[in-house]
């Protein structure tokens, strides 16, 4: 165990020297490949906002159910099965039918290739799922139905909540998916997230509709009118919705100086809108944003070029808000918060201080003990934690891995129990030694043999212990299994290889000398 | 040359298990009628660190700012240096009325001074549970991963020995938290599974030890063995201990009160880890009648 042939000296230092050399990098401003890489610093250390945001599907569920309301009923009637109070309750299509017409609905309904219960191939099964009661049939959306439309939302959304966080112009955000029906986004650097909050919080969903005078429920539906608090009966028809526009602005009226919201339409949108504001001339249009009516202007004039604007009580500010949902396009979705965890940039610097200067002192109390302990060796065992803390370090760099407030701890946890595979070394010499004082080089040859299993056996044990963290802690948590799972490898290489070495010079220069440790 | 360590540790064995027996008992009746003082994270609410400069402001007027706001259950307490403080409330979903926007401006015009908001956290009422819940699982797991190496590595008495050495570390240490109404957050899960490895990790070299010593002196009882593995290697436990426990104790007093229960939890279980892979993982041995006839059988076996 004392031999090292040159190559694996040279190995041995290189790859220590190239690992470690990451560490510069981090201080250098280079733009060079190597250079480039640095340790991130997560949200708790350089302050920012992480959020956590959940999809709620109920809307969606509520329209997709109602979406199948009539052709299930022009099937049933195709199928020539009577039914009877057919109606919807809470998600639920609810109809009665007779006993001997079960087998014919349970044909098709899970027949799959039907229109209408559509099979879904990647979770094997069906978009709804049904139950009979007596004669009534209960029909709603299956467990994996609903896990559909919500990963189909969030898939949607996310290109959205992206848009819409971009336009506001913060740095280097990361949004990605998370489960099913979440989406998770961090905001480096920011210091107030609630304009971010409130620009997620709207679903922005746009629609210009027609006010009538028929009063009556079928058809229509009521609105508060926002700016005069007006109450209006609004038709459900629906001319334009947001997805039909191209861009919006905020802009000040040219007659009373208010701020309004310029939008310009796509073809599509200009054809159909040039063609209901030439119809209904003089009587009025109502826009209605999230179901609230912001207004409902009368229609002077027949508007063909694609271009119109929203009035409504805005402030410059809001109207600025509007126009940014608007361009970003509408969520399918509302989205909440369900989780928020700010910092502030300074508390995030308190945090490295603190972090830095209590790994600094743990480190000097570390080595101070070791020289008093082991002397010559104790300097051979800090030399080995100096080369593990760099490679740790290095490798934290090379792999731009997140260092947290918890990961800080974690290097400085690996510093305490890096020593370990030294002492183990050490002590397990130091018996060998008593047993044969004679033989200092056989000695040291079987105290590395014995300890090196249970060195192996120690740390693996460790290092399960924190993988399984990293695979089920979350945020800063995170960064500590990290630092510690890294720090595990760095201590083996350490003291395998470079406290092996270092004592093996010394081993063979005092062949004869007695209690070397 | 230094002395070699002989002591007589399994004339201890008795009272010491006697002893740990009762604190797992304790720890046990405290965790289920006493209950445990969870955090945000498991229990949903919202936390709030602010720094007030002005030196008129007061523990009762920030309690009071933040009162009669219907924000439930309130907290609020001075956190490390002057002018901080950590404020915790129930309240855990919030709607366009009642949001941390309006608290925060309804806080800052009732003390009428600059409010800097260091930190604010919210969690939800599902994903706490969750956060709880994997926790958990996470824990599980990880007793269950130590079970299944040392059991690869080694004989089913080593596996259970450590198993029970590592589940009285955990149930004290968590009884230690009850006791002083300590928070329990994330990072305090991270501290038990950081003191799972460390337990094992340090019976390990024991265990190590005594298996070797067992084959080279197969004649020996267990008992003999046990203590002379134990003394061959109280050294290292010894040294190990005081590195990591300076390490720990650095970020304790030096590395701010976020980090301030997790390394507290790491230091209780380092000392109660130490403590039991010598005084609770080679007793198990001696009871399970481990012997050189017993290691050499499973051998074979295998």
Redesign the interface.
């Known amino acids: 165990m004392l031999n090292f042939s040159k190559i694996k000296i040279v190995l041995i230092y290189l790859s220590f020297l190239v690992v470690s050399f990451f560490c510069f990098s981090n201080i250098s401003d280079s733009n060079n490949f190597f250079l480039k890489k640095k340790i991130n610093l997560g949200l708790?250390l350089q302050g920012g906002s992480y959020l956590?945001l959940?999809v709620d599907s109920t809307p969606l569920q509520k329209r997709q159910i109602q979406s199948k309301v009539i052709p299930l009923k022009k099937k049933l009637i195709e199928k020539n099965i009577n039914y009877k109070n057919f109606k919807i309750k809470e998600n639920t299509i609810l109809f009665e039918i007779n006993e001997n017409d079960k087998e014919k609905f349970e044909k098709f309904f899970k027949d799959k290739n039907n229109d209408i219960n559509i099979y879904l191939n990647q979770y094997r099964s069906f978009e709804l799922d049904y139950v009979f009661e007596k004669n009534l049939v209960k029909i709603f959306l299956s467990k994996n139905g609903i896990i559909k439309l919500n990963t189909s939302a969030v898939d949607q959304s996310i290109e959205i909540v992206r848009k819409r966080i971009d336009e506001t112009g913060t740095k280097e955000p990361s949004i990605i998916k998370r489960g099913s029906n979440r989406i998770l986004v961090e905001l480096p650097g920011i210091k107030d997230p609630?304009r971010i909050k409130e620009l997620l919080g709207k679903t922005a969903q746009l629609s210009f509709r027609m006010v009538t005078d028929d009063k009556t429920e079928f058809g229509n539906e009521t609105f508060i009118l926002k700016d005069t608090q007006e109450k209006i009966s609004v038709s459900k028809r629906i001319i334009l919705t947001g997805d039909n526009l191209i861009d919006a602005n905020p802009k000040y009226d040219n007659i009373n100086q208010e701020p309004i919201v310029a939008f310009t339409l796509n073809r599509l949108g200009s054809q159909r809108f040039g063609q209901a504001t030439s119809k209904n001339i003089g009587k009025r249009l109502a826009i209605i944003l999230d179901n609230e009516a912001i207004s409902a202007p009368v229609i002077r004039d027949a508007i063909t070029g694609g271009q119109g604007t929203i009035s409504g009580n805005f402030t410059f500010q809001s109207a600025t808000d509007l126009s940014l949902l608007l361009r970003s396009g509408a969520l399918p979705a509302p989205l909440s918060?369900?989780?928020?965890?700010?910092?502030?940039p300074?508390?995030g610097q308190?945090?490295i201080d603190?972090?830095v200067?209590?790994?600094i002192?743990?480190?000097f109390?570390?080595i101070i003990?070791?020289i008093i302990?082991y002397r010559l060796f104790g300097l051979i065992a800090n030399i080995s934690l100096i080369s593990n803390l760099l490679m740790l370090i290095g490798f934290l760099t090379l792999l731009e891995a997140t260092l947290t407030?918890?990961g800080?701890?974690g290097i400085?946890?690996t510093?305490?129990?890096a020593?370990?595979a030294n002492?183990?070394i050490f002590?397990r010499i130091?018996?060998e030694?008593?047993k044969n004082i004679s033989n200092n080089i056989q000695a040291f040859d079987l105290g590395f043999k014995?300890s090196v299993?249970?060195i192996l056996?120690?740390?693996?044990?460790?290092?399960?212990?924190?993988i399984?963290?990293f695979?089920?802690?979350?945020?800063?948590?995170k960064g500590?299994?990290v630092t510690?799972s890294i720090g595990l490898i760095t201590t083996l290489f350490s003291a395998y290889f470079i406290s092996r070495h270092l004592t093996s010079i010394i081993v063979l220069r005092n062949r004869e000398k007695k209690?070397l440790i | 040359m230094k002395k070699e360590y002989n002591y007589n540790f399994t004339k201890k064995f008795k009272m010491a298990n006697l002893i740990s027996i009762f604190f797992v008992l304790i720890s046990l009746i405290l965790i289920i009628f006493k209950g445990l003082n969870f955090g945000i994270d498991f229990k949903g609410g919202t936390l709030i660190e602010l720094r007030v400069e002005s030196n008129n402001i007061k523990i009762n007027d920030i309690r009071s700012a933040f009162s009669n706001m219907d924000l439930g259950d309130l907290n609020v307490k001075e956190f490390g240096k002057k002018g901080d403080y950590l404020i915790k409330f129930e309240k855990k979903e919030f709607n366009k009325v009642v949001n941390i926007k309006s608290i925060k401006e309804s806080v800052v015009n009732k003390l009428g001074v600059d409010v800097n908001f260091r930190r604010i956290e919210n969690v939800g009422p599902k994903v706490s549970t969750e956060l709880l819940n994997s926790g958990l699982i996470a824990i599980c797991l990880a007793l269950g991963a130590m079970l299944f190496y040392i059991w690869i590595r080694f004989e089913w008495q080593f596996s259970l020995g450590s198993i029970l050495a590592i589940f009285h570390d955990v149930l004290i240490t968590i009884g230690i938290f009850s006791i002083l109404s300590l928070e329990v957050n994330l990072s305090i899960v991270a501290a038990v599974l950081t003191i799972v490895g460390y337990s094992m990790n340090d019976t390990v070299v024991i265990y190590d030890r005594i298996r070797e010593n067992l084959s080279k002196y197969s004649s020996s009882t267990i008992d003999d063995v046990s203590n002379t593995s134990i003394n061959e290697t109280l050294s290292r436990t010894i040294i190990t201990s005081v590195t990591t426990l300076l390490a720990l104790g650095s970020i304790y007093v030096l590395g701010g009160e976020i980090l301030k229960g997790f390394s507290l939890a790491m230091i209780i279980g380092v000392i109660i880890g130490t403590y039991s892979s010598i005084f609770v993982a080679s007793p198990i041995l001696k009871y399970l009648r481990v012997s050189y006839k017993s290691i050499v059988k499973e051998d074979e076996k295998n």
């Open positions: 708790d956590l959940e609630e918060v369900v989780e928020e965890r700010t910092v502030g300074d508390l308190d945090s603190a972090g200067f209590s790994l002192i743990g480190f109390l570390v003990f070791m302990k407030l918890p800080i701890a400085i946890l510093v305490g129990m020593v370990d002492v183990l002590e130091k018996e030694l008593r014995r299993v249970t056996d120690a740390n693996i044990t460790t290092l399960i212990a924190s399984i963290l695979i089920f802690g979350s945020g800063p948590v500590f299994a510690l209690f």
